[in-house]
């Protein structure tokens, strides 16, 4: 079965600095697509960055980008220089050849003034 | 832009009771998802479909249903409520199924069984 692993259920840091979250999965497929979710106290589902799996260049998006390990089905996430706004649910999220999305169990930052 | 528009936001059910949650997207979308997070949890795929007409089971359809009869409306059903049922539901909507399209996700349904 095709999984989607949040290791990090909590993390706090200070504004400003930088911050990881895991992220790894299980397939045996060769073609996929993978996300980060982010969720915030509203509630709504934000897109935060996306990654094609046979692209070799890690996705960036402004403070995000990702250090995508196909072989290690690792996808991490970097925010960089975090700010009170980034407070908020991560969700890891995988789709599959079947096109449906699988979801990891999220990690809950926190953003520290 | 109203986006995806899921009603209601809260409801309160009695278990054996029925309910429709609404959704609706004004982006001419062709693919549609209900997804419940149940605490702590990330999504779960209840059902999708890829345009009027065609619906398809997720991960878990069990104890909901639902049509499409218009590329705008997607509404889930629920017959016979449950309190395992008791969580939160976002309906969702993309132009294509693939990855390189993102989904565009409601606000979500806040249903609890008591």
């Known amino acids: 079965a095709q999984t989607v692993t949040q290791s990090q259920p909590e993390m706090s840091v200070q504004e400003a600095e930088t911050v990881t979250l895991s992220c790894t999965y299980d397939?045996?497929?060769?073609?996929?697509?993978l996300f980060w979710y982010k969720q915030p106290p509203s509630r709504q589902m934000i897109l935060v960055i996306r990654?094609?799996?046979?692209?070799?260049q890690n996705a960036t998006e402004n403070r995000f980008s990702v250090n995508f390990q196909k072989a290690a089905k690792s996808f991490s996430l970097k925010i960089s220089d975090s700010q009170l706004g980034d407070t908020a649910m991560y969700f890891c999220?995988?789709?599959?050849?079947?096109?449906?999305?699988?979801f990891g169990k999220g990690t809950r930052l926190h953003i520290l003034p | 832009n109203a986006g995806v528009t899921q009603t209601p936001k809260f409801r309160i059910l009695k278990i054996g009771q029925s309910m429709t949650l609404q959704c609706t997207q004004d982006?001419?979308?062709?693919?549609m998802y209900w997804y419940r997070q149940d605490p702590g949890m990330g999504l779960k795929l209840i059902y999708y479909?890829?345009?009027?007409?065609?619906?398809d089971k997720g991960e878990v359809p069990n104890g909901y249903n639902v049509s499409r009869s218009t590329t705008e409306d997607f509404p889930l059903r629920l017959e016979l409520a449950a309190p395992s049922q008791t969580s939160v539901y976002f309906c969702?909507?993309?132009?294509?199924?693939?990855?390189?399209?993102?989904?565009?996700f409601g606000d979500g349904t806040r249903l609890s069984i008591l």
């Open positions: 969702a909507s993309s132009y294509s199924i693939r990855g390189n399209q993102p989904q565009h």
């Open positions: 397939t045996s497929e060769n073609n996929y697509y």
């Open positions: 990654q094609e799996a046979y692209k070799q």
């Open positions: 999220a995988f789709m599959n050849r079947d096109d449906k999305i699988i």
């Open positions: 982006m001419n979308h062709n693919y």
């Open positions: 479909s890829v345009g009027a007409g065609i619906t």
